[in-house]
Nanobody
Framework: QVQLAESGGGLVQAGDSLRLSCTASPQMSDRQFNYLSLAWFRQAPGKEREFVAADMWTGRLRYAASVQDRFTISRDSAANTVYLQMNDLQPEDSATYYC???????????????WGKGTLVTVSS
């Protein structure tokens, strides 16, 4: 079973940037890692879990409209790591961010097979 662990969250001011990382374990080959669809979700208190970005195993990238121009998802297969570069952060981006992996081309939360435990991002105005 794939284990995922996020890092990189913190407290920042509006307009700042953060890069979140999510590393899979145990270590797998870069070929195996490339077969995974990877995604980021976020959840704020009292809100439903929200899709943020996905990098499908087919190579297709998808972003939520609210982050389309500011966030970038990428992966380093040799390091078994997926990143979320977040620029121009706004208070509305404050949430716990979760990474997830799956074996299909779906980016729905219900279709993901593995989840990290989250990293907290807080953006002050």
């Amino acid at each position: 079973q794939v284990q995922l662990a996020e890092s990189g969250g913190g407290l920042v001011q509006a307009g700042d940037s953060l890069r979140l990382s999510c590393t899979a374990s145990p270590q797998m080959s870069d070929r195996q890692f490339n077969y995974l669809s990877l995604a980021w979700f976020r959840q704020a208190p009292g809100k439903e879990r929200e899709f943020v970005a996905a990098d499908m195993w087919t190579g297709r990238l998808r972003y939520a409209a609210s982050v389309q121009d500011r966030f970038t998802i990428s992966r380093d297969s040799a390091a078994n790591t997926v990143y979320l570069q977040m620029n121009d952060l706004q208070p509305e981006d404050s949430a716990t961010y979760y990474c997830a992996s799956g074996s299909t081309t779906s980016s729905k939360a219900s279709d993901m097979d593995n989840w990290g435990k989250g990293t907290l991002v807080t953006v002050s105005s």
